[in-house]
């Protein structure tokens, strides 16, 4: 019977794909298209910015953020996110002059965002096993190149080149979370500064009797190869410039306060935390920039400060955006608010939306290795796009049975329960395209055919009792050998046939909402797909 059942849904299936991939659609929705290359597949490579990159093991990028490199909203004249970059070149660009009148800042604003991993850490000093490496946070085209994941991967190459002033603006890459604050892509600013002993002394009394340098011991305050004299000054012209610049940003009688923080490639280091609107927002990170970066790029006469801000975060702040989102939005309505005659007009947003989010839950066994959430927010994000307001795990579950008495894992037994809100950024497209439930559970069972058989199960039905096997443990089955249901995202999950999971789902706690029921709908339409692949006929 359980057979016959099981070569009724291989005929089935089709049709579920074909409804998942076509009867839904939005404009912020489209068909995938052929899926790309398992990473490591011989012959297979990154098409990036008119260069190929062979792929790996540690190849990781989705169709999602490849389709954001290039789009330089930072260089696009009159968007939210230009207008702030051009308002500090402007604060820049007036306050400090070098010879003969000329900027003492330069400005990088079109830099490749494929940096090498050496850039990207090495050259800052950041250790080998330090966690911002992990490839659970970062895009990489490779082991050796990926997509920067700060504006400091081209620090080194500038000093080298024999700047001691500039400016970096671009964009870069980060897997995390999904919400109305984060995004894979965002923006950053960076600036450098450098001074030699004549430039940092001067106007000093008896500065020509201070050093820049001395052999001594770390300390909070300073580093074992600075002066605490050179590394004050050098810290009051940092905090004085940013002091300035948010003043000329945010407006005079601004409150601003530094928090002392870490930072592998400054120190001492710092936060800058403004008060806005009676609360205190974090807007930047800084400090003094370790010798041992500035004396490898050449510049061994001479320190310095950095800092980098988030573009995003300040425009957020200054113009009242609620949700990252809308910076990708191409909705007239969004972008004709920030077509003003001068970039230092205020603008405040006027919200698009009025339409409340729609839940819808999913839930499926986790594997039992390499496995981050970022890769299932990776899943949510290219299947989902921006409809996808924001994604929590509201239940982790793990099976006793699966622990030894010893308290080792056996294996890793959890299941999670997560719950995704739509809403369009910048409201409906028109007035007969709301997001619906309709629509979610499409996007839902959609989202289930991308994981491997053996997931798609635990995602797709409701929860129920699991029987067990004689040892005691839920019956298991593998995952089948064939490739045609290989995963949207084939880095995080495992191999077919290299694990085993769960057969069965266990029943879900009280008082929540059961992942499949809920996605299913409230009214007891449940879905009942039952894969090929599944053992034990």
């Known amino acids: 019977m359980v057979c016959w059942a099981l070569r009724r849904v291989t005929r089935v299936r089709p049709h579920l794909a074909r409804k998942?991939?076509?009867?839904?659609?939005?404009?912020?929705?489209?068909?995938?298209?052929?899926?790309?290359?398992?990473?490591?597949?011989?012959?297979?490579?990154?098409?990036?910015?008119?260069?190929?990159?062979?792929?790996?093991?540690?190849?990781?990028?989705?169709?999602?953020?490849?389709?954001?490199?290039?789009r330089n909203l930072h260089n696009q004249p009159q968007h939210p996110l230009w207008l702030l970059k051009e308002r500090v070149k402007q604060h820049f660009y007036a306050r400090y002059a070098g010879r003969a009148g000329a900027p003492l800042f330069s400005v990088y604003d079109d830099l490749s965002?494929?940096?090498?991993?050496?850039?990207?850490?090495?050259?800052?000093?950041?250790?080998?096993?330090?966690?911002?490496?992990?490839?659970?946070d970062n895009y990489y085209l490779n082991a050796t190149h990926m997509l920067r994941a700060h504006t400091s991967a081209h620090q080194w190459d500038?000093?080298?080149?024999?700047?001691?002033?500039?400016?970096?603006?671009?964009?870069?890459?980060?897997?995390?979370?999904?919400?109305?604050?984060?995004?894979?892509?965002?923006?950053?600013?960076?600036?450098v500064r450098l001074f030699s002993r004549h430039q940092l002394f001067a106007g000093i009394k008896d500065g020509e009797n201070l050093q820049l340098f001395e052999q001594s011991s770390r300390s909070a305050h300073k580093q074992e190869t600075h002066?605490?004299?050179?590394?004050?000054?050098?810290?009051?012209?940092?905090?004085?410039?940013?002091?300035?610049?948010?003043?000329?940003?945010?407006?005079?009688?601004l409150d601003v306060r530094w928090v002392d923080c870490y930072f592998p490639f400054t120190h001492p280091s710092f936060e800058m935390e403004i008060n806005f609107h009676g609360e205190w927002l974090e807007v930047l990170g800084c400090g003094v920039m370790e010798q041992q970066l500035v004396n490898s790029a050449g510049a061994q006469d001479r320190i310095g400060w950095a800092f980098g801000l988030g573009l995003e975060r300040l425009a957020m702040i200054l113009y009242d955006i609620p949700d990252i989102r809308l910076f990708w939005s191409e909705d007239e309505r969004f972008l004709k608010q920030f077509r003003v005659q001068d970039i230092n007009q205020q603008v405040t947003f006027q919200p698009l939306s009025k339409y409340p989010a729609v839940i819808n839950d999913i839930s499926f066994w986790l594997p039992c290795e390499n496995y981050t959430e970022n890769d299932f927010y990776d899943l949510v994000r290219t299947i989902g796009g921006d409809l996808v307001e924001k994604v929590d795990l509201i239940d982790k579950f793990e099976h006793p049975k699966w622990v030894s008495e010893n308290g080792a894992v056996r294996c890793r037994a959890v299941r999670c329960l997560w719950t995704c809100g739509f809403r369009r950024p910048s409201g409906r497209v028109s007035e007969d395209q709301p997001v619906t439930r309709h629509?979610?559970?499409?996007?839902?069972?959609?989202?289930c055919l991308q994981l491997p058989v053996g997931l798609q199960q635990g995602a797709l039905k409701p929860h129920r009792a699991s029987p067990l096997d004689a040892s005691g443990l839920p019956r298991v089955t593998s995952f089948p050998q064939d490739t045609q249901d290989q995963p949207l995202l084939p880095h995080h999950l495992p191999p077919h046939g290299a694990h085993a999971v769960a057969e069965r789902g266990w029943g879900h706690p009280p008082g929540r909402a059961g992942g499949g029921r809920a996605a299913a709908g409230r009214r007891g339409q449940v879905l009942r797909p039952r894969f090929p692949g599944l053992q034990g006929c």
């Open 227 to 253: 002066t605490l004299e050179a590394t004050k000054l050098v810290e009051f012209d940092l905090k004085q410039t940013l002091t300035q610049l948010m003043t000329h940003i945010f407006g005079d009688g």
């Open 20 to 70: 998942a991939s076509g009867v839904y659609p939005g404009p912020e929705h489209q068909p995938l298209g052929p899926r790309p290359a398992a990473p490591g597949a011989a012959g297979s490579t990154v098409e990036l910015l008119g260069k190929s990159y062979p792929r790996d093991d540690y190849s990781n990028l989705t169709r999602k953020v490849l389709s954001k490199v290039g």
């Open 113 to 136: 965002p494929v940096v090498t991993t050496w850039q990207n850490f090495d050259s800052l000093l950041i250790p080998a096993d330090h966690p911002s490496r992990k490839k659970g």
């Open 439 to 447: 629509y979610c559970r499409g996007w839902r069972l959609h989202c």
């Open 158 to 191: 500038l000093l080298r080149a024999g700047l001691d002033a500039f400016l970096v603006v671009g964009d870069v890459y980060r897997r995390d979370q999904i919400d109305a604050q984060h995004y894979p892509v965002f923006h950053q600013l960076e600036a």
